[in-house]
């Protein structure tokens, strides 16, 4: 499913097919190979990591030893999360390491700031009030670039989350180890910090980045371009107006025009979408069961 | 006086005797009554052929749970046997055969099958504990089986485990007089008991602990030893690995396990190479004690602001971007946005 598009947009330039047009082009490239595997992973793991953890953060919920179950019983979810913690881990590192390396080793630009970086800038707070007030018909939608101030926020909230999590994690893991470094008090912080991280993360993903990304109107059931990596030229033109007339000005919009994704493809897209989604919402049923009830 | 009381027994006897011959060929024998038994079973001399008593205190009878009831009720052979005096050997009384709940219970107990499957007679039976013709409520203070007379009842044969319990806070505390300290049955349980390191009963021990020590194990439940425990594995501590079963100390007893100067030793037997470090540990955290630990306190406040912050904050934006997305769909375009 990693196609040819690995490539940076500003080097490559793709055989267009009828880009001249004034209309917009079928399909334009938005994330790369790497970036769609990196989902795929967080979103692997960070599920396995859910249900595997939330047996334990809520104890005392009836459903919390059939779930354990499932992983073989407590040992095995405890097994399951280690694995998937440190798969989780490594990949963020590997994230990090990579942007460093395009960042200082290729020089690439405009990573850590401008149009496309993901770094929050003042634009995105503006833009944040400019969308509230489209929100309440008080004025027109924001004209948004490459990331929204929403995924802006998703984006370092997985990063500072995996970071937070994963240093308690491994302090819970190796608390011997930890406590020549650390006092043992810092033991009941890590999984404290470990639990309520956990529940701002799984409440957040599973609900408002659902809604964001792929249940609101407009995007139901869900927002394919995370697994094909490319967006409908219309779709980029009506909700990232900044990028698009960006990318026309510069002339960057025909070098970036892809093929639609395959028929294969797409449903390979709706069928990991499909699974995330009604995993993510059954584990979200289970926590709203175990507080309500 | 006791001459003239045997002199009585044997006259007893031998009218009785008569009577029982005079009686014989008619169709049934009627039941002994208590006064028939205690003619030949309150003398406290009486000896079966082997030399073993087989004398009844009356008084203590009478005294007794049982006092109301008939000997025969339990004896139950002797009510059909017409002759008298009666063999040597009786059939066994059978407490079931009223206490049929408790009996069942029992049955699947250490002490039933290290009797009926083991062949290990000085393993317990009701009379054992309960004792037999005095037998007395659990709520007899007198009674064998009363709260404040347990550990002595099974101390009886549990000599080394009571002499512990005696050492420790709540041994010390029933001696006191304080009626809520626990006593074997409540962590053992009277009739159910069984082996005490499965894992069905560690698992039980900790409720036991809570149902006196509640805020202690619920601040027990926040960790991870909690947590698991709770989950049904009995692989992490609760509350008598670290603290001990019978021989349970105050922390500032220097012999406690849980004393500052044997944590690591205590912490050591699960955690390996635990430091003076690693025990600053707190194994009953509370949030919301800013004494305890101000990092957890921090830590929980920060966590309640955030985390209902972003929810909400988010939660609205969801909210609104759903009724304005609605809208917008419900509007025919006319090309103004």
């Known amino acids: 499913m990693i196609n040819a598009t690995l490539e940076r947009p500003t080097i490559e330039r793709h055989p267009a097919e009828g880009a001249i047009a004034p209309s917009p082009p079928l399909h334009i490239r938005r994330f790369d190979g790497p970036t769609r595997a990196l989902h795929i992973v967080i979103m692997t793991t960070f599920l396995g990591l859910s249900a595997t953890g939330l047996p334990l953060l809520f104890s005392e919920a009836s459903w919390s030893r059939v779930l354990a179950a499932l992983f073989g019983g407590f040992h095995g979810a405890g097994l399951v999360h280690r694995f998937f913690g440190a798969a989780l881990l490594l990949a963020v590192v590997w994230h990090v390491a990579n942007v460093c390396w395009r960042a200082f080793v290729r020089g690439e630009r405009g990573l850590f700031w401008g149009p496309t970086s993901m770094v929050p800038q003042p634009r995105d707070v503006v833009q944040l009030f400019q969308q509230i007030r489209w929100f309440v018909g008080a004025g027109p939608r924001p004209r948004f670039e490459h990331f929204a101030y929403w995924e802006k926020f998703d984006y370092w909230a997985v990063l500072w989350g995996t970071a937070l999590m994963g240093a308690a994690g491994l302090v819970l893991w190796f608390p011997v180890a930890a406590s020549r470094v650390l006092p043992g008090w810092m033991f009941n912080v890590a999984l404290f910090v470990h639990g309520a991280e956990a529940t701002l993360a799984i409440g957040f993903i599973f609900v408002i980045h659902f809604f964001n990304g792929h249940l609101r109107p407009g995007k139901f059931p869900m927002d394919l371009v995370i697994f094909t990596g490319s967006v409908n030229g219309h779709e980029l033109r009506e909700e990232r107006a900044a990028e698009y007339a960006r990318l026309e000005q510069t002339g960057a919009l025909q070098g970036m025009t892809v093929p639609p994704p395959s028929a294969a493809l797409c449903n390979r897209g709706h069928l990991i979408g499909t699974i995330g989604l009604t995993l993510g919402l059954g584990l979200v049923a289970l926590i709203l069961y175990a507080i309500l009830r | ?337």
């Open chain 2, 1 to 337: 006086m006791h001459t003239l009381s045997r002199v009585l027994f044997a006259t007893f006897c031998l009218v009785l005797g008569g009577a029982a011959v005079a009686d014989a060929g008619q169709s049934s024998a009627k039941p002994p009554a208590n006064e028939d038994c205690l003619a030949c079973h309150s003398d406290p001399d009486a000896k079966r052929a082997n030399g073993t008593h087989v004398a009844v205190d009356a008084p203590a009878f009478a005294a007794s749970k049982h006092g109301p009831m008939a000997c025969v009720d339990c004896h139950a052979d002797l009510a059909t046997l017409a002759e008298f005096p009666h063999p040597d050997t009786l059939k066994k009384v059978n407490c079931a055969s009223c206490h049929d709940a408790v009996g069942a219970t029992y049955h699947d107990s250490i002490h039933a099958r290290a009797r009926e499957k083991s062949g290990l007679n000085v393993a317990p039976a009701c009379a054992d504990c309960h004792g037999k013709h005095d037998i007395r409520g659990k709520e007899d203070l007198k009674g064998r089986v009363s709260h404040a007379q347990v550990p002595a009842t099974c101390g009886a044969c549990h000599d080394g485990i009571k002499t512990k319990y005696d050492a420790g806070v709540h041994g010390a505390a029933l001696k006191s007089g304080d009626s809520r300290a626990p006593v074997c049955a409540d962590c053992h349980t009277a009739h159910a008991i069984q082996r005490a390191d499965t894992d069905a009963s560690r698992l039980r021990a900790t409720a036991e602990c809570g149902s006196c020590h509640a805020s202690v194990v619920e601040s027990f439940t926040r960790t991870f030893h909690g947590k698991v425990t709770q989950l049904g594995s009995a692989r992490a501590a609760a509350c008598a690995d670290c603290h001990g079963a019978h021989d349970i100390l105050r922390a500032s007893n220097p012999a406690s396990t849980v004393s500052p100067k044997n944590l690591q030793t205590t912490c050591g037997k699960c955690h390996q190479g635990a430091n003076a470090s690693f025990v600053q540990y707190d194994p009953h955290p509370n949030p919301r004690d800013y004494t305890r630990s101000a990092t957890l306190w921090w830590a929980n406040r920060f966590y309640w602001l955030l985390i209902p912050g972003c929810f909400g904050f988010f939660g609205l934006h969801s909210v609104l971007w759903f009724w304005r997305s609605r809208k917008e769909a419900r509007t025919p375009k006319d090309g103004s946005r």
